[in-house]
């Protein structure tokens, strides 16, 4: 089939394009043995053109400068799955002339067959300036097109050009690798200025100043410039950075919630019916807490990816988010990380799984791998219920300033426990993170724009799709492996559930994953707890909050309320008794395993979204036993400091 790559500089208005050609039947793929995604299509079946749409991702020109640029231009040389295209389109934004035409350069020498799309003509208009696409076309030899993606305007031209192109279907080109010496770079340069001064007009020709109006094409917009003024200052824009920042974490957590908990109540009532209808057996259990729970548990985290995406596709839109990024870059750069870093951070307070897709947005792959590797330290809104179940034994007194104070303390050790562990990966440099790249952070400031929301609300919905289809499986075989631990031997003797009200715990008492626990007490005894424990923690693996319902099976709670069950398991903890007489809970062992939950990597969701984001298992194991020891070890030390100054 005829194939055809779009191809162009970020912000250039190439994936617009691309919706419009391909009316948004998109697929996302990764290039084979890399993370680096891009959009394939057919065209849209109005335009009845029989060729293949490949959307790449953003690049500047066909010198690569980084590892993720690298993979990009070598599938615009040929790409693994459909060799070299028949036909390039670029985009070029006309109020950036200058800089973009060295890409339209590089396929003009590589020998590319290419159409260049002129877009952004609207802000060539505020600078008083318009371009003459004819005396373009002359210029460079090629198929120019002005085109208004806002409008559709210019959209019928160039579906006939291609057309035209796929029907003559012209035989393949010879491409060449193009030139990287200096004078050769110079040249270039050279011949770029003297084009844009023959392409670009002044609107106002009866101004006396059209030299000086030409000179001050190249300053950035006047209306950018004052938004910057205050958004770029070194106090108010970071004060401003912060807020918007703490909105989008709030607005994550907060909008989310309602819906995240409907979603919670339906799979719930969903089990609940199939209980009820069909009565408790081994398979109705599978059905319910096995295949419904584990799907539960991937449709759960939708709310919060979607509302993340859209809201930092929005900034992104807008142009602030570069400003952002620029903003914390240089403190982020003394520990490895740069600014792109900060946004994906902030969002992990809600949730690791959103936060870790976010880091797409970096692009130097060393600095990306960095971010997700401490992502999970960042205490998410799962641990929550873990939080104030640990911190309402310790402060009986609800709402308490010293409970506030607790949990304001959590949140700031999982901050300053990320940000060790970024600066020791860091020093250890190929140990744990092995990408050489090497960065730079240079950011092309967008000018400020109203966000399209159309594309905003696609590209959210392909990422919220691209969470669904490659973590949800690997989510779904871990929950359904969990469960099965929770439920058998025991589960297969349908006697159990014979009018007995404490079947799920007698099923986890009798279970594999008791047995785990029995076999693991010498392990958990030094956190000064017992295998009941131990067992919550393994359980607490498939979701952080599952450790508060498994508390309350193993220390047998067993009431409706949820309140009443926060009040009958504390109560239960108070009375909590070793097989040696002594308390389970003490002020240590709390104190302890809050420790532990602060580092611990205790998420599969986590696991499974890093292993699709990094493309394989390596860091997600080094996560899990990184993570898991140094919990373990800590909370260890904090356990005995607390009971060598003797308090109980």
């Not at 089990?271 to 584990?294: H, K, V």
């Not at 099965?484 to 006697?495: E, H, K, V, W």
Request: with cysteine; glycine share 6%.
């Amino acid at each position: 089939m005829f194939t055809i790559s779009l191809v162009g500089p970020p912000n250039s208005g190439k994936t617009t394009l691309f919706n419009k050609l391909s009316g948004q039947k998109i697929k996302t793929v990764n290039y084979p043995g890399a993370t680096v995604d891009y959009f394939s299509a057919d065209f849209d079946k109005k335009y009845e053109i029989n060729a293949h749409l490949i959307d790449t991702p953003g690049i500047i020109s066909l010198i690569p400068t980084s590892i993720d640029e690298i993979i990009t231009i070598e599938g615009i040389y040929s790409h693994p799955e459909f060799g070299t295209p028949d036909l390039i389109i670029t985009t070029i934004d006309a109020s950036q002339l200058s800089r973009h035409l060295i890409l339209v350069n590089d396929l003009i020498e590589a020998n590319f067959n290419v159409v260049v799309i002129i877009t952004m003509n609207d802000i060539l208009a505020r600078k008083n300036f318009s371009i003459d696409e004819n005396k373009l076309s002359e210029e460079l030899n090629l198929p120019v097109f002005k085109i208004d993606l806002t409008k559709d305007n210019g959209i019928d031209e160039l579906i006939h050009f291609i057309k035209t192109e796929v029907e003559n279907n012209f035989e393949k080109r010879v491409i060449n690798k193009i030139s990287e010496d200096t004078f050769t770079l110079v040249n270039k340069y050279n011949r770029i200025s003297e084009i844009e001064k023959k392409v670009l007009f002044p609107t106002k020709t009866n101004s006396k100043n059209i030299t000086k109006d030409f000179n001050n094409l190249h300053k950035p917009d006047e209306i950018s410039l004052k938004i910057d003024s205050v958004l770029l200052n070194g106090t108010w824009g970071l004060l401003i950075f912060f807020l918007a920042m703490s909105v989008t974490f709030a607005s994550v957590f907060w909008l989310a919630s309602p819906i995240m908990d409907l979603i919670d109540s339906a799979f719930a009532l969903s089990s609940e019916s199939i209980l009820g209808i069909w009565g408790n057996n081994w398979f109705t259990q599978l059905l319910a807490n096995g295949l419904i729970a584990g799907f539960g548990s991937v449709a759960v985290f939708i709310p919060q990816i979607l509302i993340l995406f859209l809201i930092l596709g929005i900034l992104e839109d807008t142009g602030y988010l570069a400003r952002g990024a620029m903003l914390v870059d240089k403190p982020l750069s003394k520990i490895g990380l740069n600014g792109r870093s900060f946004a994906p951070m902030v969002s992990g307070f809600a949730c690791a799984v959103p936060a870790i897709m976010a880091a797409r947005t970096i692009p130097n792959k060393r600095e990306r791998l960095l971010t997700i590797f401490i992502l999970p330290l960042l205490s998410c809104s799962a641990r929550i219920p873990v939080y104030l179940l640990l911190i309402g034994f310790l402060v009986p007194t609800t709402g308490s300033l010293t409970a506030g104070i607790i949990l304001a303390s959590i949140y700031l050790l999982s901050i300053i426990s990320s940000l060790v562990a970024a600066g020791i990966i860091n020093k250890l440099k190929n140990k744990v993170i092995t990408e050489q790249d090497h960065s730079s952070f240079i950011l092309e400031l967008p000018t400020y724009k109203i966000p399209r929301l159309n594309n905003v609300f696609f590209n959210a919905y392909l990422s919220t799709k691209s969470y669904i289809t490659g973590a949800g499986p690997i989510i779904m075989i871990f929950s359904v492996i969990l469960w099965a631990l929770t439920f058998f031997p025991a589960g297969i003797d349908n006697s159990i559930y014979n009018e007995n009200d404490s079947f799920e715990q007698e099923l986890i008492e009798n279970s594999y994953a008791s047995n785990i626990g029995k076999f693991l007490e010498p392990a958990v005894s030094p956190l000064g707890v017992d295998w009941r424990v131990g067992v919550a923690i393994i359980t607490s693996f498939a979701a952080r909050e599952v450790f508060v319902s498994s508390m309350a099976l193993m220390f047998q709670v067993n009431i409706s309320d949820e309140d009443s069950i926060q009040k009958s398991l504390l109560k239960n903890m108070q009375k909590a008794k070793k097989s040696d007489g002594t308390k389970v809970f003490t002020t240590s062992s709390i104190i302890g395993l809050i420790v532990f939950f602060i580092i611990a990597m205790q998420c599969v969701s986590t696991l499974a979204i890093t292993k699709k984001e990094t493309g394989s298992w390596r860091i997600p194991i080094l996560q899990f036993f990184i993570y898991t020891f140094s919990a373990y070890f800590l909370a260890v030390i904090s356990v005995n400091l607390i009971n060598f100054f003797g308090i109980a």
